[in-house]
């Protein structure tokens, strides 16, 4: 393969070299590919120490908007500021080719989905769950504050950072992303009707509804992910796939029965979580999340937990007795080589 580009039907081939007015990125390999196109793990040409993660969109006529230009208008406002910059990957380049327009960010780590499947139970501990998931929390609010709503939260789209900032997790992908303020920072009118966006696990009930969704939306979202991440048993209707069937089980999560029998194998945090739920419950479209709030309740769980959130992720675990486990390894075996 020459130093040019190819490609074939889905996207761009290992081993091609992508230019741009400033880098040619070398493609290591394919990370993940959906609809809209794909996202690869590169390289400079020119230092191979640094790699990077390059979001690809094709170009398609019949597609009214580039999801990547509401992606880089939200990370550039989002690193723009430094008190909200944290959860946030950074931009390095973009660029726009024949077939397809990219951005090339920061790489980050496996997502918060696939950490939790790695998992006895495939769920975290109560500290990395809350922990973890107060950090989701953070990562979204500072987007309502800019005026944002994500509209696509659950665990795949949150992933922990690399090397030094594995203990942070970043927000991901922000492709149906809304901005909900106009220019004089006012919270827009909602429209009469909306259609379905977002994930049907994860999505709230106003999206089920198809009403217009704001920021107490995404807090219903994140709690979701908040069980996903923390429950044994897992969400109620995680294995139900008609969406009218999904949205009746997280009604019937609100009930008095449904209460009871919810989160009945987290007892000692039951009782912050249901007040969270009920508290997102009665919020309005252009309601103020008082955060604080949840945070508080939050924590609290952890106390009645006995979980340390200061305490290494699940994750940071998982790669401390690797480690361990390797030197280990490499002992014994040179002991073994050794004559006496």
């Given at each position: 393969?020459?130093?040019?580009?190819?490609?074939?039907?889905?996207?761009i081939?290992?081993?091609?070299?992508?230019?741009?007015?400033?880098?040619?990125w070398?493609v290591?390999?394919?990370?993940?590919?959906?609809?809209?196109?794909?996202?690869?793990?590169?390289?400079?040409?020119?230092?191979?120490?640094?790699?990077?993660?390059?979001?690809?969109?094709?170009?398609?006529?019949?597609?009214?908007?580039?999801?990547l230009?509401?992606?880089?208008?939200?990370?550039?406002?989002?690193?723009?500021?430094?008190?909200?910059?944290?959860?946030?990957?950074?931009?390095?380049?973009?660029g726009?080719?024949?077939?397809?327009?990219?951005?090339?960010m920061?790489?980050?780590?496996?997502?918060?989905?696939?950490?939790?499947?790695?998992?006895?139970?495939?769920?975290f501990?109560?500290?990395?769950?809350?922990?973890?998931?107060?950090?989701?929390?953070?990562?979204?609010?500072?987007?309502?504050?800019?005026?944002?709503?994500?509209?696509?939260?659950?665990?795949?789209?949150?992933?922990?950072?690399?090397?030094?900032?594995?203990?942070?997790?970043?927000?991901?992908?922000?492709?149906?992303?809304?901005?909900?303020?106009?220019?004089?920072?006012?919270?827009?009118?909602?429209?009469?009707?909306?259609?379905?966006k977002?994930?049907?696990?994860?999505?709230?009930?106003?999206?089920?509804?198809?009403?217009?969704?704001?920021?107490?939306?995404?807090?219903e979202?994140?709690?979701?992910?908040?069980?996903?991440?923390?429950?044994?048993?897992?969400?109620?209707?995680?294995?139900?796939?008609?969406?009218?069937?999904?949205?009746?089980?997280?009604?019937?999560?609100?009930?008095?029965?449904?209460?009871?029998?919810?989160?009945?194998?987290?007892?000692?945090?039951?009782?912050?979580?249901?007040?969270?739920?009920?508290?997102?419950?009665?919020?309005?479209?252009?309601?103020?999340?008082?955060?604080?709030?949840?945070?508080?309740?939050?924590?609290?769980?952890?106390?009645?937990?006995?979980?340390?959130?200061?305490?290494?992720?699940?994750?940071?675990?998982?790669?401390?007795?690797?480690?361990?486990?390797?030197?280990?390894?490499?002992?014994?075996?040179?002991?073994?080589?050794?004559?006496?």
């Amino acid at each position: 393969m020459g130093a040019s580009e190819q490609e074939d039907d889905i996207g761009i081939k290992p081993g091609a070299i992508i230019t741009s007015g400033k880098y040619n990125w070398v493609v290591v390999k394919l990370l993940g590919e959906g609809g809209f196109g794909a996202v690869y793990k590169v390289h400079d040409s020119g230092d191979k120490s640094q790699e990077y993660a390059m979001k690809v969109e094709k170009k398609l006529e019949k597609r009214k908007h580039s999801k990547l230009k509401m992606e880089v208008a939200i990370l550039k406002e989002m690193n723009g500021k430094p008190e909200y910059a944290k959860h946030f990957t950074n931009i390095v380049d973009r660029g726009k080719k024949e077939k397809y327009f990219f951005i090339c960010m920061t790489l980050v780590g496996k997502s918060l989905d696939d950490l939790k499947r790695e998992r006895p139970n495939r769920v975290f501990t109560m500290a990395t769950a809350i922990g973890g998931s107060i950090q989701c929390l953070e990562a979204v609010a500072a987007m309502h504050k800019c005026g944002y709503i994500h509209r696509d939260l659950k665990p795949a789209n949150y992933a922990c950072g690399l090397g030094k900032e594995r203990r942070i997790v970043f927000l991901l992908d922000f492709g149906i992303a809304r901005r909900i303020t106009n220019d004089d920072n006012e919270l827009k009118t909602p429209r009469a009707q909306v259609g379905f966006k977002g994930t049907v696990r994860f999505a709230s009930l106003a999206c089920h509804h198809n009403k217009e969704m704001g920021p107490k939306d995404d807090c219903e979202s994140w709690y979701y992910l908040l069980i996903d991440l923390s429950c044994p048993s897992g969400l109620p209707w995680r294995k139900l796939s008609d969406k009218n069937d999904v949205m009746s089980s997280k009604e019937e999560i609100r009930s008095e029965k449904g209460l009871k029998r919810f989160l009945s194998d987290l007892p000692l945090v039951k009782t912050e979580f249901v007040k969270i739920l009920q508290y997102v419950d009665r919020l309005e479209y252009s309601d103020r999340v008082d955060y604080n709030f949840i945070y508080e309740l939050m924590a609290l769980a952890a106390i009645n937990a006995r979980a340390n959130l200061d305490d290494p992720y699940d994750w940071e675990e998982e790669g401390k007795n690797k480690a361990e486990s390797f030197r280990s390894r490499r002992c014994q075996r040179s002991l073994a080589s050794q004559k006496f």
